[in-house]
Nanobody
Framework: QVQLQESGPGLVKPSQTLSLTCTVS??????????WKWIRQPPGKGLEWMGA???????HYSPSLKSRTSISRDTSKNQFTLQLSSVTPEDTAVYYC?????????????RGQGTQVTVSS
């Protein structure tokens, strides 16, 4: 069974870069036709798709976040990483990493437990 675990700081200051890592076990991030995505849920709001990296390393980003978002991977560690720059309090959310066969949706087959990130000075 595939398991995903998010890690990173729970508190980030405004204007800084948020960096989260997703460690995957039980399956390789290079397995064909899977997409590894980042999703977030701000307090009181629905899920928001942020972006994804494919099994081959291609990246896709939400248009609204593209200028601030970077997703990369380390295949030797079976990890993928989210970086979100110039954060504001509006970026406060629970951040999830997930695996899916679909790119541009919040749908997933497996998802991590999520990690709370608060943007505050």
């Amino acid at each position: 069974q595939v398991q995903l675990q998010e890690s990173g700081p729970g508190l980030v200051k405004p204007s800084q870069t948020l960096s989260l890592t997703c460690t995957v076990s039980g399956g390789s991030i290079t397995t064909n036709y899977y997409y590894w995505k980042w999703i977030r849920q701000p307090p009181g709001k629905g899920l928001e798709w942020m972006g994804a990296i494919s099994y081959s390393g291609n990246t896709h980003y939400s248009p609204s976040l593209k200028s601030r978002t970077s997703i990369s991977r380390d295949t030797s560690k079976n990890q993928f990483t989210l970086q979100l720059s110039s954060v504001t309090p509006e970026d406060t959310a629970v951040y999830y990493c997930a695996r899916s066969r679909q790119i541009f949706t919040t749908a997933y087959g497996y998802r991590g437990q999520g990690t709370q990130v608060t943007v505050s000075s």
